[in-house]
C-alpha cells in the first residue's frame, strides 16, 4: 500500500471518529497503535458491540471489505464496513437482520 493511499485511509477513519463524536460517542478514536487490529476494527470506543471497518477507495471491494469485517469481529460484534468515495457520502454495509430492527425502532420513535 502507498504512502497516499496510507493517509487517505488514515483521514477517511478520523473523519468517521469525528462524525461518531458528533453522533453521541465523545471518545471515539481511531485504533493506530500499531497494535494487532483484529477484534477492534479501524474505530475503537464507537458503538457497542459494533466493529467498524474503514474504507476511503474509489473503487469498491464490497465483499473483500465486509469479508474482513466479519472474519476480525468478535461473537458478540456486529461487522460494519463504513465507506465512501471523493466527493461521495459515507454509506454503512450491514447485514440486513442487523438493520431490520434498528429500522422498527426508528419507526417507533
Known amino acids: ?26 471518545h471515539a478514536r481511531r485504533t493506530h497503535d500499531g497494535r494487532e ?14 466493529h467498524l471497518e474503514v474504507k476511503r477507495s474509489e473503487r469498491t471491494s464490497i465483499w473483500d471489505w465486509y469479508g474482513q469485517a466479519d ?8 461487522p460494519v464496513v463504513v465507506f465512501r468515495r471523493s466527493r461521495s457520502p459515507w454509506l ?10 434498528l429500522l422498527k425502532l426508528r419507526e417507533s420513535a
Not at 500500500?1 to 465523545?26: D, F, H, Q, Y
Not at 454503512?92 to 430492527?101: H, K, M, N, R, V
Open 1 to 26: 500500500m502507498s504512502a497516499t493511499e496510507r493517509r487517505k485511509g488514515a483521514t477517511g477513519e478520523l473523519e468517521v471518529v469525528s462524525i461518531l463524536k458528533e453522533a453521541g460517542w465523545p
Open 37 to 50: 487490529q483484529a477484534l477492534r476494527g479501524d474505530v475503537a470506543n464507537g458503538p457497542a458491540g459494533v
Open 71 to 78: 472474519s476480525d469481529a468478535g461473537a458478540t460484534q456486529t
Open 92 to 101: 454503512a454495509l450491514i447485514e440486513l437482520d442487523e438493520l431490520l430492527p
